[in-house]
């Protein structure tokens, strides 16, 4: 008679257990059914550029970046009487998304007189959970033509004019406020000044983003170049800086001390260490507008 | 004394497992929310989301993830993940409520009030919803259009774009139902 209480019990407790089970937590049972499809982490960097080098980020299909950028500074212990600065240099460039992944660009930049431009694709992209790539890979390959030439360089025909950057730039977005970028880079440049000069140049980046709010975040990059000029005492470019972005406009705030604009020249040609005397360090500037050539269509609603 | 113990065992099995099929699942869910302003209209739509209805309780879940909603610019999804709604920290947006007097043999359109808690970026509100439930011999619809206001879920817009974001944001869902099995 015991035993049969001890079983009745029991079953009462299994009967209990699984009603219980039956009212489940409704919201647990659709954690469970969420489509387990690929997401990809966005807005590593949010620009194409963390300051004054690629970032890993792409422009969206069917989206053009117009790019307008500037270095500022100052010729020290003369009396100037120019407006703001002494010396501007600026680029202007567009950028166009192809695809999601491929995009490509062409600029100017008065400074250094060069026409360049680009091809971009986003070889690798970050998962946030576990099962993909732990980092986002993005191929840069960019070429620019010296419109000035050198008339010191031995070799000034428009054909050895042309220079080559290769980058390999690898990302992780670390959490949603860090992300940290490397880019093993190779420049190749037809026209030397002197004969001594290296014509390929290995360069490593490093760069960072930390966002402060939902609309600003402070960067910072850093180039170690390997084998810089023999000619003229180079710098390794350096920069700190802040991004701001709202709706379609994006700002860039940096100091920097390089006053090139594109790849091969901002690698090999930085005059000037970081520090704070004129006119080592330059105030940078870039504005870029983003405009939709085409918009995603919805997919046709289902009659409300 | 057997034959009770065998009863029992029957019934508690049945009333746990019975109410297992009494649950019906939505699995590809249209929700989409509007912002209407002079400046600026912002659409974005998620066929993905979730729901799924309790007939034993009435009970009702819902459950989307934010990183799936697309928009007419590219840009904006980003933005919106990014800056808005923090997609990172907030994968989800969730609700759980229940139907108040709801009749499930009901065969046709019927008006009723869900009440529940909505969860959107860390924020959890109360809210009353119209809901259209159409029954077509078993086939459940349910239909409805409501208004939130952005501030109520602590998401941050700055002042310059105060004018392209409206305070009120509209949502309107339609979830068609299947029956749930495990």
């Known amino acids: 008679m015991k035993n049969r209480k001890l079983i009745l019990a029991c079953f009462l407790i299994v009967g209990l257990l699984s009603q219980t089970n039956a009212q489940d937590n409704l919201l647990d049972i659709l954690d469970a059914e969420h489509p387990n499809e690929k997401i990809f982490t966005a807005a590593t960097f949010k620009m194409t550029r963390i300051s004054y080098g690629q970032s890993i980020e792409t422009r969206k299909k069917g989206t053009l970046e117009t790019y307008w950028s500037y270095r500022f500074w100052n010729i020290p212990n003369t009396r100037t009487q120019s407006f703001f600065a002494d010396k501007v240099s600026g680029r202007l460039a567009l950028e166009y998304g192809v695809t999601d992944r491929f995009s490509m660009g062409v600029g100017y930049s008065n400074y250094d007189d060069l026409f360049d431009g680009f091809l971009k694709y986003k070889l690798v992209r970050q998962q946030p959970r576990n099962d993909g790539s732990p980092v986002s890979i993005t191929l840069f390959q960019g070429g620019s033509y010296n419109g000035g030439g050198n008339p010191y360089a031995n070799n000034n025909d428009d054909f050895n004019r042309l220079s080559y950057t290769s980058q390999v730039l690898i990302a992780r977005k670390f959490n949603s406020n860090f992300s940290f970028q490397i880019a093993p880079t190779i420049i190749h440049r037809g026209m030397t000044a002197w004969p001594s000069d290296p014509t390929n140049t290995f360069a490593m980046g490093f760069g960072g983003r930390f966002k402060i709010n939902g609309h600003l975040s402070f960067v910072s990059e850093y180039y170690w170049v390997t084998n810089p000029l023999k000619s003229k005492e180079t710098f390794d470019p350096f920069s700190l800086g802040l991004n701001w972005e709202i709706g379609g406009l994006m700002f860039q705030c940096m100091l920097t001390n390089t006053r090139s604009l594109v790849e091969d020249t901002y690698l090999t040609q930085t005059p000037n260490s970081f520090n704070f005397k004129a006119p080592n360090i330059n105030l940078g500037l870039t504005a870029i507008y983003i405009w939709h050539l085409k918009k995603k269509k919805h997919p046709p609603q289902n009659k409300l | ?182």
Do not use: W
């Not at chain 2, 009494?22 to 699995?27: L, Q």
């Not at chain 2, 879940?61 to 799936?68: G, Q, T």
């Not at chain 2, 998401?155 to 309107?172: F, M, R, W, Y």
């Not at chain 2, 869902?173 to 299947?178: C, D, L, T, V």
């Open chain 2, 1 to 182: 004394m057997n034959k009770l113990l065998i009863f029992l065992l029957v019934f508690s099995f049945f009333n746990g497992t019975g109410q297992n099929q009494e649950k019906i699942i939505a699995r590809q869910g249209q929700v989409s929310f509007f912002s209407y302003t002079s400046v600026e209209n912002i659409k974005a739509k998620n066929n993905q989301a979730l729901s799924i209805i309790d007939f034993s309780n009435n009970k009702i879940a819902a459950s989307m993830l934010m990183n799936v909603f697309v928009f007419e610019k590219t840009l904006m999804r980003e933005h919106f993940n990014e800056s808005y709604i923090e997609t990172d920290i907030y994968p989800k947006a969730t609700f759980e409520g229940e139907i108040i007097d709801f009749d499930k043999s009901f065969n046709g359109k019927q008006t009723k009030m869900i009440n529940g808690i909505f969860s959107l970026h860390g924020v959890s509100k109360p809210i009353e919803i119209k809901t259209e439930i159409d029954n077509t011999n078993g086939n459940y619809i349910l239909t409805a259009t409501f208004e939130t206001f952005v501030k109520d879920y602590d998401i941050k817009i700055p002042p310059l774009l105060a004018g392209n974001i409206a305070k009120t944001i509209s949502v309107t869902f339609r979830f068609e139902y299947e029956p749930y099995e495990k």
